[in-house]
């Protein structure tokens, strides 16, 4: 995942709102614990992730991307962390960051900016999600190998 790629997208796609902000990755985000003074949203995108065990490869259409953000003296910081999964193939496989691709990084960051303008400067936007370009997933969700799922916030599990 290209990180300043996400970042320079963001600075554009961000550009109409009424203060300044900055994207940061931050892997300590925890879906369910926020700090005083941030807000919480889930957005979500399909991926690709790669085995650094086995090689092997796959596609999930439900990629979801936490974000922590806050606006405080008229500057606003976003912090993000995409969610992992791991190969069902081989035991004690690390968590997999998914890979992104470019197509699919400015809609979901221009749902992310909607989500910005809702919880931040509580905008009444309706609902109209940008649309990403979606894989032919070759087998079912499996939520034992999805870290999403096992923080609850899946959107294929019952816990959503």
């Known amino acids: 995942m290209a990180e ?7 600075q554009i796609t961000a550009k109409n709102l009424k203060n300044s902000w900055r994207l940061e990755f931050d892997e300590s985000i925890v879906p369910n614990r926020q700090l005083p003074g941030w807000k919480k949203s889930i957005v979500y ?4 992730f790669n085995c650094s065990k086995c090689g092997r490869r796959w596609s999930s259409n439900k990629v979801m991307v936490v974000c922590s953000m806050r606006l405080e003296y008229g500057q606003g910081v976003v912090k993000v962390r995409p969610s992992r999964q791991n190969c069902k193939i081989c035991s004690d496989a690390p968590m997999e960051k998914p890979s992104i691709f ?3 990084i400015k809609p979901l960051l221009q749902n992310l900016v909607e989500k910005i303008r809702i919880k931040c400067y509580n905008e009444d936007l309706g609902r109209k999600k940008k649309s990403f370009r979606s894989f032919d997933a070759k087998s079912p969700h499996e939520p034992a190998h999805c ?4 923080q609850g916030i899946c959107p294929k599990t019952k816990y959503y």
């Not at 995108?45 to 690709?48: N, Q, V």
């Not at 870290?147 to 096992?150: D, G, I, L, Y």
Request: glycine share 0%.
């Open 4 to 10: 300043p790629e996400w970042t320079s997208i963001f």
């Open 147 to 150: 870290e999403a799922c096992m």
């Open 102 to 104: 470019s197509e699919n």
């Open 45 to 48: 995108t399909s991926a690709r």
